[in-house]
């Protein structure tokens, strides 16, 4: 019980000489709560960590291994003594089980892994999901599959580089849930999200938020103020499964594709514009 042991997210972005931020083990009030560290209680490859700062075993790393390495998560949480937030059957497995990858393409296949085998270690009942998306997708989508990638943070107000910065960013980005215009039952087929499905209460939520950018000096409103960053562009994007034109085909491993659109729409006091120029 030390108070300068803060765990990773104490640390700037990166792992150097053994510290960074999103590059540690998992604690919980400052204590290891790492679970799937013992090579013993694993019964295939070995351990889900590969070294004492928790970063991912890589002999993982062949033909259907992270499916293993989900296997083995579940087989770990089966055997910890370790209660509460940890208990199989919850999202929360996912948090006190993952390690750090040091690359994009290993994390991608896990987190894969992890979406493609929830039925096998989620009961759904944090969040309050499903696994039948033709017949329940508001609540099939909900899944806690996060990643967790540290960055520098940066500041707009002392002019220091980072995400927080929107002189860095390309825009400000309105992303649609999955089912925000539902599903039609009679020709199974998705219906294309788009920004009228959005119930009045998400869209004043929405304006809310473009208040906060603008009031924050992040959004700029205004044609001239296009090319500008901070400035005014707006970018909207929508997902949609496999099998968008026959979603007969749905299980519990459908995938989902995320694509960029444009479309004008009025927001409360905010008129979104699509120029092609831009």
């Known amino acids: 019980d030390d108070d300068s042991s803060v765990g990773a997210g104490g640390y700037p972005a990166g792992f150097i000489n053994g510290e960074g931020g999103g590059a540690g083990c998992h604690y919980d009030n400052k204590w290891l709560s790492q679970v799937g560290m013992d090579a013993d209680q694993a019964p295939s490859v070995g351990s889900l960590t590969g070294d004492v700062h928790c970063q991912c075993n890589y002999d993982y790393n062949y033909p259907g291994g992270w499916a293993d ?39 991608i296949r896990l987190q894969n892994e992890l979406y493609w085998k929830r039925e096998a270690y989620l009961d759904n009942t ?19 599959g996060w990643n967790e990638i540290a960055f520098t943070a940066g500041d707009v107000w002392t002019d220091t580089p980072g995400v927080n910065n929107p002189q860095y960013w ?11 215009c539902g599903i039609n039952t009679v020709d199974n087929v998705y219906n294309w999200d788009e920004m009228g499905c959005v119930t009045q209460e998400g869209l004043d939520f929405l304006e809310a938020k ?28 929508r997902q949609h499964p ?20 444009c479309e004008n729409f009025q927001v409360g006091k905010y008129q979104i514009v699509y120029d092609g120029a831009s």
């Open 242 to 261: 496999e099998w968008k034109d026959d979603i007969t085909h749905w299980d519990a491993k459908t995938g989902w594709l995320r694509k960029f659109y």
């Open 210 to 237: 473009l208040d906060d950018y603008v009031a924050n000096g992040a959004l700029i409103p205004g044609f001239d103020n296009m090319g500008n960053r901070p400035g005014s562009s707006i970018a909207i994007a």
């Open 126 to 144: 944090v969040p309050e999901s499903d696994f039948d998306f033709y017949n329940n997708g508001d609540a099939a989508r909900k899944y806690w």
């Open 170 to 180: 390309d825009a400000v980005f309105i992303f649609l849930p999955a089912f925000t």
């Open 69 to 107: 390495w989900v296997d083995n998560m579940k087989s770990y949480v089966d055997q910890s003594s370790y209660a509460g937030v940890g208990q199989a059957g919850q999202s929360w497995v996912q948090d006190e089980t993952a390690c750090w990858m040091n690359n994009f393409h290993d994390l």
